[in-house]
């Protein structure tokens, strides 16, 4: 309980009366999480559903929900993962090397954010991970031209480049412009870096993606997206893509809502994709669904 009135103190001072009642809500669900859990789950047959149940038998201790962190033992192969770091003596900037090629970091990271980072992208593609984008045929084929929404560092880019054609990084923060120009300099003639953000309406800093396409004259046969619960603002902005291209993969992080994945898989399968997920759960809910997908794939055309 001192825990609780701490948390309490701490959010009323952050962020306003408002927001106490949804924190003691929180706490409320939150307690007797797992126990809820476990009932809900208990008759499952689902091979995916027993191996998260597997886990948390074996992590008692384990606070529910767990976040991020997927609840496999694999991901401890990616803690102690020995990340290099160094400093670019002209720019200033850190950077390390990811497949031979040098990833820049803002002139506000240090060695530990940068290596940490990097753990985190090298787990979220391991082939095993709700997180991963690619799974088996749902690839860029050679030539194609890809989005990458919410592009970050550029290392899911970057570990595509040499079979794309073009590719657009979109990424708002403008943090990451200058590292990511330092990133992709290599790949200047075929790499553009947007600093505006994807959503439903054209505005200040902000653009549909059928508005951007339209400008360049251009399409996209290929889109990654994960921006922090407004892919659906997103895909709203690209109904018109959506609803035309002949050919057209997608992978969506679709954890960051509850409802994200059942109302993404609806939009697409109506408009004739084919739908289908990354392996395994997140442990993310405080209400049902309690294990959430990660990446949703969809696919439109043959390769």
């Known amino acids: 309980m001192g825990a609780l009135v701490s948390e309490l103190r701490e959010s009323l001072r952050t962020a306003g009366p408002k927001s106490v009642p949804r924190r003691l809500w929180f706490w409320y669900r939150q307690h007797g999480l797992r126990e809820r859990i476990f009932r809900e789950y208990e008759n499952s047959n689902d ?125 708002p923060d403008s943090a990451w412009h200058e590292p990511l120009r330092a990133t992709t300099e290599p790949w200047r003639d075929k790499i553009e870096i947007v600093p505006l953000a ?54 969506i992080c679709a954890y960051h809502k509850r409802l994200d994945y059942p109302n993404f898989e609806s939009l697409l399968s109506g408009l004739g994709y084919v739908v289908k997920h990354s392996p395994g759960f997140f442990v993310l809910g405080i209400r049902m669904p309690y294990f959430r997908r990660g990446v949703l794939y969809a696919s439109r055309g043959q390769s």
């Open 47 to 171: 091979p995916e559903v027993l191996a998260v149940l597997d886990f948390l038998s074996n992590h008692p201790d384990l606070e529910l929900p767990a976040g991020m962190a997927p609840p496999y033992p694999w991901v401890d192969e990616y803690f102690n993962q020995n990340i290099d770091v160094e400093r670019d003596t002209s720019t200033g900037m850190l950077f390390t090397i990811v497949k031979g090629n040098r990833i820049f970091f803002p002139r506000t990271a240090t060695i530990a954010s940068v290596q940490e980072s990097v753990r985190i992208a090298h787990m979220e593609q391991d082939p095993r991970s709700p997180h991963a984008y690619l799974s088996g045929t749902h690839v860029p084929d050679t030539g194609d031209v890809a989005g990458f929404v919410g592009a970050s560092d550029g290392i899911f880019c970057l570990s595509l480049i040499d079979r794309l054609s073009r590719a657009y990084l979109f990424e």
């Open 198 to 251: 994807l959503g439903n309406q054209d505005g200040a800093g902000t653009i549909r993606l059928d508005s951007f396409l339209a400008q360049r004259g251009a399409a996209l046969n290929f889109i990654q997206m994960d921006v922090e619960g407004h892919e659906s603002e997103v895909l709203e902005g690209a109904s018109k893509l959506l609803r035309e291209a002949k050919k057209l993969r997608l992978s």
